[in-house]
């Protein structure tokens, strides 16, 4: 890719450095207020990159980068640095804890009212959500990791007793998220004869077989599925009957805890645990949102440091199986049948027969992030990539809008999601999401990471290459925002509103794909066999030629070989080292000692003809 990950990394940093933190305060808040979840992926700009990338580490003073301190100057030097986000961490974590010790995950100002002229009420504005539970598991598992290195480098008291409070503080919460991952889950059976059955088996069949027939394989290709939900055992989802093979079902995360959803049996100390009103429906962007969230509990850093005490890792086992179950189900339904994929069916139909762009992507990323954990074959990357770059033309990324253009709609104000089960303490509730570039940004980075094909790869990063260039020009670029996102008004000339502050909801997960993007420029470049059959040969061939010259080159006294000759046979072994990895390189090294031979060669037989 052109885009340079470190580069703008630290740009990012710089600019929520300077808009968060202004004249010794920091400010909480972007364009949507302050809240559990943009509070959260406020500290997650800055935390993310911390903890994932190694030349990002802000826990250990003495080996802050340069160019890291530079763009972080506004926050203060290498020592100062830790220990305001000590503060402001802390800050986070005793906000959203409530007085009886629950740790707080409500969407506050992100719910917003379904008609206009409604109102929000304060309970509803307390409601717990997925996308809180999510963020805040990351965002734990960060600062767990940051404390338990910085405590390190500390030795004053007064700061190691704060670590510990937050080590505790930050611990109960991953606790009560994790728990209330599970409170969220749900799985909803139903008849094949209904709308949301016939709703189903429309969107998988796509060649037009009789239903029957579709039905009967449907049921045997998820048979896993409802084996593995049969056998939950804890936690919402756990009660539904699924005996009964007759019926088709479905399974993800609802918007928040599920309405009646039984407490969770743990020795954990989180607090009471709050009843929920979520409909007991699975929510595509809360599903796929959920699962991204999740995957950082299994990381290898997660593991490596020993983030999760016993109990917690209790959880994490009932929240991967889930995980597991859920990927599994929404890959089966998407890539059902031999040719055409019911996800090449742009826009994806949901059970309740809704149809959108967003939902098409909601659904690919999933099948993306399944075909990331499981190495997908080159053909499933050709469907995706197919997928991907026509999701990217339906929505105006790579393509021209014009005035009037419904997709625009997509990008701002967003896509409405309706929260069925928020008018039991109010008005309907509905979550708007406006995260489709940057999510089918970082969808297309994962599947470009995964791809052992060369054409297939090219393809990705070229179209990934293409949403950067539209992402990137809805940065602020004047104003205390420069450098933000979100300014959708630079690109679509039917968007006259223009912003005044971030919204820390877009910026975070352009964060997460530079992360993602400067991760994936670490990995080993991928090797084409022709060429690694090529390095060997014309290894062997320089090879030969060094031994020629070896033998018949005169030694000059008290040398074993000559300077020339000892620099082409480290070259030599360089390629040999490197050959299988780095075919082209070793290429270029061989190519180089031939030359040299040559030269060696045709020196020797000057002056052969000059005698």
């Known amino acids: 890719m052109k885009l340079q990950p470190r580069q703008q990394l630290l740009e990012v940093w710089e600019a929520a450095a300077r808009t968060s933190y202004r004249g010794g305060v920091w400010n909480w808040g972007g364009r949507d207020g302050s809240n559990s979840i943009s509070d959260a992926e406020q500290l997650l700009c800055f935390m993310y990159p911390a903890s994932e990338l190694p030349g990002f580490r802000l826990d250990t003073p003495d080996e802050t980068a340069d160019d890291v301190l530079a763009a972080l100057a506004g926050l203060g030097d290498a020592v100062e640095i830790p220990k305001l986000l000590l503060k402001v961490i802390g800050e986070y974590l005793r906000t959203y804890t409530s007085p009886d010790g629950r740790p707080v995950f409500s969407g506050g100002s992100y719910f917003q009212p379904a008609d206009e002229g409604a109102q929000v009420t304060p309970e509803q504005a307390q409601l717990d959500v997925v996308d809180s539970f999510s963020m805040s598991v990351s965002l734990a598992l960060s600062t767990l990791g940051f404390l338990k290195v910085f405590r390190l480098s500390v030795r004053r008291e007064s700061i190691r007793k704060e670590i510990r409070e937050l080590e505790d503080l930050a611990s109960s919460r991953l606790s009560a998220a994790m728990v209330g991952l599970l409170r969220s889950f749900t799985v ?44 939950l055992t804890i936690g919402s989802g756990s009660q539904v009957d699924l005996d009964n093979e007759n019926l088709l079902f479905e399974c993800g995360w609802t918007w928040g805890i599920v309405k009646d959803a039984p407490d969770i049996v743990t020795p954990l100390d989180i607090g009471p645990q709050p009843k929920g009103v979520a409909a007991d429906t699975p929510f595509l962007y809360f599903t796929a949102g959920a699962l ?84 997908a074959t080159d053909l499933d990357l050709g469907k995706i990539a197919g997928v991907l770059e026509e999701l990217a033309i339906r929505a105006r990324i790579t393509r021209r ?55 297939t790869r090219e393809r990705l990063l070229t179209l990934a290459d293409q949403i950067w260039r539209h992402v990137a020009q809805r940065r602020f670029t004047t104003g205390g925002s420069a450098g933000l996102w979100d300014q959708p008004g630079n690109v679509f000339r039917d968007i006259e509103i223009r912003h005044e502050k971030p919204t820390w909801y877009f910026s975070e997960r352009v964060v997460e794909f530079l992360v993602s993007s400067a991760r994936a420029s670490g990995e080993t470049p991928l090797r084409s066999p022709q060429l690694v059959e090529q390095a060997y040969e014309m290894l062997s061939e320089a090879e030969h030629l060094l031994d020629q ?63």
Not at 197 to 225: F, I, K, M, S
Not at 430 to 455: E, G, H, M, P, Y
Not at 568 to 591: D, N, Y
């Open 401 to 455: 809008a014009v005035p009037g253009d419904p997709p625009v709609l997509m990008h701002s104000p967003g896509v409405p999601v309706n929260l069925h089960g928020s008018d039991e303490l109010g008005p309907n509730l509905v979550w708007v999401v406006s995260d489709f570039a940057v999510t089918l940004l970082k969808r297309t980075v994962w599947a470009a990471s995964i791809a052992q094909n060369i054409a």
């Open 549 to 611: 010259e070896l033998v018949t080159r005169p030694l000059v006294a008290g040398q074993t070989i000559q300077p020339k000759l000892r620099s082409i046979q480290a070259a030599l072994l360089r390629a040999r080292s490197i050959v299988s990895e780095r075919p082209a390189t070793a290429q270029a090294l061989i190519h180089d000692a031939l030359l040299d031979l040559d030269r060696l060669s045709a020196a020797r037989d000057s002056a052969s003809e000059a005698i």
């Open 188 to 231: 909803r059976a139903f008849d094949p004869g209904s709308p949301s059955g016939r709703a189903l088996l429309r969107t998988v069949n796509q060649t037009g077989a009789p239903d029957r027939r579709v039905l009967d394989d449907l049921r045997r290709e998820l048979r896993p599925v409802r084996a593995g939900v049969r056998d």
């Open 292 to 375: 991204v969230g999740i995957a950082d509990l299994f990381s290898e850093r997660t593991r490596v440091l020993g983030l999760l005490n016993d109990a917690q890792l209790t959880l994490a086992q009932a929240i991967q199986r889930r995980w597991d179950l859920t990927q599994l189900y929404w890959r089966t339904i998407a890539t059902y049948g031999r040719d055409r994929w019911p996800l090449q069916d742009i826009p994806w139909m949901t059970s309740d027969e809704k149809e959108s762009d967003y939902y098409s992507l909601g659904v690919t990323a999933m099948v993306v992030q399944s075909l990331v954990n499981s190495r």
